[in-house]
């Protein structure tokens, strides 16, 4: 139960949580416990996707669910890190990982919220392409919101540390008034801002890439629906990629496919 309080923690009170991975306060405790509470919360989802189709692809989508959201996080971690320590940052590699965990979570959280709309139209509604279609718009919606927050995390994170490092440096010169401690005349006087900047337009750019792995490596993941009138398969040759086939699936929806 405690892997659920520290998540439901995470969710009351998101700033201090936050503010506790800044100070590397119990971080190995809490990648433990977001880790768990998530894969079960994802495994649930995956589990009444997986429904839809037989008893099997119900057990193998309650797995590959979370382990898509674990890939996609030990595929871009790496690059987030070393491009953010290289302009400034401070944190750890378990701090980030913490940090990604915590938007895992809080997608897995809102997933599980849609748990109950998701199996009132497994039941009531019988059309592959709509289910299907329902559940790009939730994934896609869920995905957003976390990678929001994931986001504003970071840039809190950052706004912080540097408000901490304002505060220490003025303390050692006796206080000395902001102005003159970074004069607005002197051009180089700020370095820190273009650093900062320039590690917001990376984070910007990582999660767009996040998306991109993320989307891609779940249709190479597939199925988690399974198709109807076809055998359970655990895996399906790689082919075309995520966007099209979402295309694809609109236009026969639709009802334009020929």
């Not at 994802?42 to 009444?48: C, E, H, L, P, R």
């Not at 429904?51 to 797995?63: E, G, R």
């Not at 003159?180 to 002197?186: G, N, R, S, W």
Request: some cysteine.
């Amino acid at each position: 139960m405690k892997h659920f309080a520290i998540l439901i923690t995470l969710l009351r009170d998101r700033k201090n949580f936050l503010e506790d991975i800044r100070k590397n306060v119990r971080v190995e405790s809490k990648i433990v416990a977001l880790l768990i509470s998530s894969s079960i919360f994802f495994a649930v989802y995956g589990a009444i996707i997986g429904s839809s189709s037989s008893f099997l692809q119900a057990i193998s989508s309650a797995i590959k669910l979370p382990a898509l959201y674990l890939i996609t996080l030990i595929i871009c971690l790496p690059t987030l890190f070393f491009f953010d320590i290289l302009f400034g940052s401070a944190l750890g590699f378990s701090q980030y990982a913490a940090l990604i965990l915590a938007t895992m979570s809080i997608i897995s959280v809102l997933l599980f919220s849609f748990a109950p709309i998701t199996l009132f139209f497994l039941i009531s509604v019988h059309d592959y392409n709509f289910f299907l279609l329902l559940n790009v718009a939730i994934f896609t919606l869920t995905g957003i919101i976390g990678i929001n927050l994931f986001y504003q995390g970071m840039q809190l994170i950052a706004q912080t540390s540097e408000v901490k490092a304002i505060d220490m440096a003025q303390k050692e010169k006796e206080i000395i008034p902001i102005d003159e401690f970074y004069p607005i005349t002197d051009p180089l006087a700020k370095p820190e801002e273009g650093l900062q900047k320039t590690r917001t337009r990376l984070l910007q750019f990582w999660l767009i890439l996040y998306g991109l792995v993320g989307s891609q490596l779940g249709w190479t993941l597939r199925p988690f629906f399974g198709a109807p009138n076809e055998p359970f398969q655990l895996f399906r040759n790689i082919e075309g990629n995520f966007y099209t086939q979402v295309f694809r699936t609109l236009l026969s929806f639709l009802g334009f496919d020929q």
